[in-house]
């Protein structure tokens, strides 16, 4: 990967790079030519689970005192012990379930291509609630929404003024690395924080069809009567030579991202029929595409790609237990299909996916179901995870727990830079750049350690 250093030595010619960002077209980092290295592709998918899923119904403590307290604080929304999934290894003597709607997310667990990252959340810094109490510091707008999803998506906790995702630097540091004018970042959800860098920004596609949201009625096609007398006329437009700089730019940033556009759609017609099934929902139509897309990465000349996919809804104040029993299969089918496909593409241990959500759930209920929270568990599946083990400390469920802020929201023991930190340093991000990527990575870890952040990565 690039260094910052050398990054900043290929940006002062860049203007106004991001100026078109924010449609589906027009989405394209702004990147000089040069050749990737396909042998090397390493690919990140990031998976929201927006609203704040229950994880603490999602991997529940089974062994008898864990569970007995479990159900005490949890009451209503208790999970029958003997639906969940038991994982074989204990932890520290202490034994877990997965919830009965992931069983392919438990098998892929015992099978070592999944870990389970225990109580991660938002940090500014190591605290518990006595820590609290005395004034230590906290994120800014705990149990928000707009807060929490963005922090979890930037890694920058303290100010809402920084724009810029953890993805989103990563690419601006590749910049100098990227091919034929495409984005590393790539979405199906959208514009986002996560994948939004100071020069670059992700290119759109959807989960359905070829993928490729294209101008609308902009034809290629010459039998196509006003879709091509529309696309003659824009590309008129564009041609014409402006002495405003910004209008220059704008037209040049547009005939770019239609080129792309072109390159893009050419390359997933390319794309091989997957053999493996997935399903008709949003999620697994989503993983597939991102499958698709994969497949073509040689044609893109993409050896590094972002991937991000938003599955909302866990904003569950009523109905938890039966409104999550309908949506993790949602989770566990399409993880299971895409993991199957990358194994079809012979690409499994070059892909790691894992899960981000705003913040966790109460344990206590609020009657009808389950209130904000702060840490919270995830899942990370690939070839190159260690898997069938857990990670970070599981909270313990005690009434007089030293993490309990109350009503059973806890203090996250794993801060969000050690997670993404092992995710970056895989991705190939240098020791050098880790703390511009993540700009609080220092207070959890040290960059010039020769240990890994959390150790879940080969």
Same mark, same amino acid.
């Given at each position: 990967?690039?260094?910052?250093?050398?990054?900043?030595?290929?940006?002062?010619?860049?203007?106004?790079?991001?100026? +078109?960002?924010? +449609?589906?077209?027009?989405?394209?980092?702004?990147?000089?030519?040069?050749?990737?290295?396909?042998?090397?592709?390493?690919?990140?998918?990031?998976?929201?689970?927006?609203?704040?899923?229950?994880?603490y119904n999602m991997i529940v403590p089974t062994d008898t005192?864990?569970?007995?307290?479990?159900?005490?604080?949890?009451?209503?929304?208790?999970?029958?012990?003997?639906?969940?999934?038991?994982?074989?290894?204990?932890?520290?003597?202490?034994?877990?379930?997965?919830?009965?709607?992931?069983?392919?997310?438990?098998?892929?667990?015992?099978?070592?291509?999944?870990?389970?990252?225990?109580?991660?959340?938002?940090?500014?810094?190591?605290?518990?609630?006595?820590?609290?109490?005395?004034?230590?510091?906290?994120?800014?707008?705990?149990?928000?929404? $707009?807060?929490?999803?963005?922090?979890?998506?930037?890694?920058?906790?303290?100010?809402?003024?920084?724009?810029?995702?953890?993805?989103?630097?990563?690419?601006?540091?590749?910049?100098?690395?990227?091919?034929?004018?495409?984005?590393?970042?790539?979405?199906?959800?959208? $514009?986002?924080?996560?994948?939004?860098?100071?020069?670059?920004?992700?290119? $759109?596609?959807?989960?359905?069809?070829?993928?490729?949201?294209?101008?609308?009625?902009?034809?290629?096609?010459?039998?196509?009567?006003?879709?091509?007398?529309?696309?003659?006329?824009?590309?008129?437009?564009?041609?014409?030579?402006?002495?405003?700089?910004?209008?220059?730019?704008?037209?040049?940033?547009?005939?770019?991202?239609?080129?792309?556009?072109?390159?893009?759609?050419?390359?997933?017609?390319?794309?091989?029929?997957?053999?493996?099934?997935?399903?008709?929902?949003?999620?697994?139509?989503?993983?597939?595409?991102?499958?698709?897309?994969?497949?073509?990465?040689? +044609?893109?000349?993409?050896?590094?790609?972002?991937?991000?996919?938003?599955? /909302?809804?866990?904003?569950?104040?009523?109905?938890?237990?039966?409104?999550?029993?309908?949506?993790?299969?949602?989770?566990?089918? /399409?993880?299971?299909?895409?993991?199957?496909?990358?194994?079809?593409?012979?690409?499994?241990?070059?892909?790691?996916?894992?899960?981000?959500?705003?913040?966790?759930?109460?344990?206590?209920?609020?009657?009808?179901?389950?209130?904000?929270?702060?840490? /919270?568990?995830?899942?990370?599946?690939?070839?190159?995870?260690?898997?069938?083990?857990?990670?970070?400390?599981?909270?313990?469920? $005690?009434?007089?727990?030293?993490?309990?802020?109350?009503?059973?929201?806890?203090?996250?023991? +794993?801060?969000?830079?050690?997670?993404?930190?092992?995710?970056?340093?895989?991705?190939?991000?240098?020791?050098?750049?880790?703390?511009?990527?993540?700009?609080?990575?220092?207070?959890?870890?040290?960059?010039?350690?020769t240990e890994s952040p959390m150790g879940f990565m080969a």
């Amino acid at each position: 990967m690039a260094t910052r250093r050398r990054f900043i030595s290929h940006s002062c010619g860049l203007g106004v790079a991001a100026a +078109t960002a924010g +449609t589906s077209v027009i989405s394209l980092g702004f990147a000089r030519q040069a050749a990737a290295n396909a042998s090397d592709y390493r690919a990140l998918v990031c998976v929201l689970l927006a609203g704040g899923n229950d994880s603490y119904n999602m991997i529940v403590p089974t062994d008898t005192e864990q569970y007995n307290e479990y159900a005490a604080l949890r009451t209503d929304l208790a999970l029958p012990r003997e639906v969940l999934l038991p994982l074989t290894e204990d932890v520290e003597g202490r034994e877990f379930g997965v919830h009965p709607g992931m069983p392919d997310v438990y098998d892929l667990y015992e099978r070592g291509e999944i870990a389970i990252l225990n109580n991660v959340g938002t940090l500014l810094e190591p605290v518990d609630v006595e820590a609290i109490r005395n004034g230590a510091r906290v994120p800014l707008g705990l149990y928000s929404h $707009s807060d929490q999803i963005r922090q979890w998506q930037t890694s920058i906790s303290d100010t809402r003024n920084k724009p810029g995702g953890w993805a989103g630097r990563i690419a601006d540091l590749e910049l100098p690395n990227l091919a034929n004018g495409l984005a590393m970042n790539i979405s199906l959800s959208g $514009s986002n924080p996560f994948q939004s860098g100071s020069y670059t920004a992700p290119y $759109s596609i959807s989960p359905f069809g070829n993928g490729v949201q294209g101008l609308f009625n902009y034809s290629r096609d010459p039998n196509n009567g006003y879709g091509y007398w529309r696309k003659s006329t824009i590309d008129r437009i564009l041609g014409v030579e402006h002495e405003n700089v910004f209008r220059q730019e704008y037209s040049r940033q547009f005939r770019g991202a239609l080129a792309a556009e072109e390159l893009f759609l050419g390359a997933l017609v390319q794309a091989p029929e997957l053999q493996t099934t997935f399903t008709d929902h949003y999620f697994s139509q989503a993983m597939r595409q991102i499958a698709r897309v994969i497949s073509v990465r040689d +044609t893109l000349e993409a050896n590094r790609q972002t991937f991000f996919i938003t599955v /909302g809804g866990w904003d569950h104040h009523d109905g938890v237990v039966e409104k999550q029993a309908a949506m993790l299969p949602w989770i566990n089918d /399409g993880l299971k299909s895409f993991r199957d496909a990358l194994k079809e593409l012979g690409v499994w241990s070059s892909v790691t996916t894992f899960t981000i959500s705003d913040f966790a759930r109460t344990m206590t209920s609020n009657g009808k179901g389950s209130d904000h929270g702060w840490g /919270g568990n995830q899942l990370v599946m690939g070839g190159d995870v260690h898997g069938g083990t857990m990670y970070g400390e599981y909270p313990t469920l $005690s009434q007089n727990s030293p993490l309990d802020t109350g009503r059973g929201v806890y203090v996250p023991t +794993t801060a969000v830079e050690q997670y993404f930190s092992e995710l970056a340093l895989w991705f190939g991000v240098a020791r050098s750049d880790l703390a511009y990527v993540l700009p609080n990575v220092e207070t959890f870890y040290s960059p010039s350690s020769t240990e890994s952040p959390m150790g879940f990565m080969a």
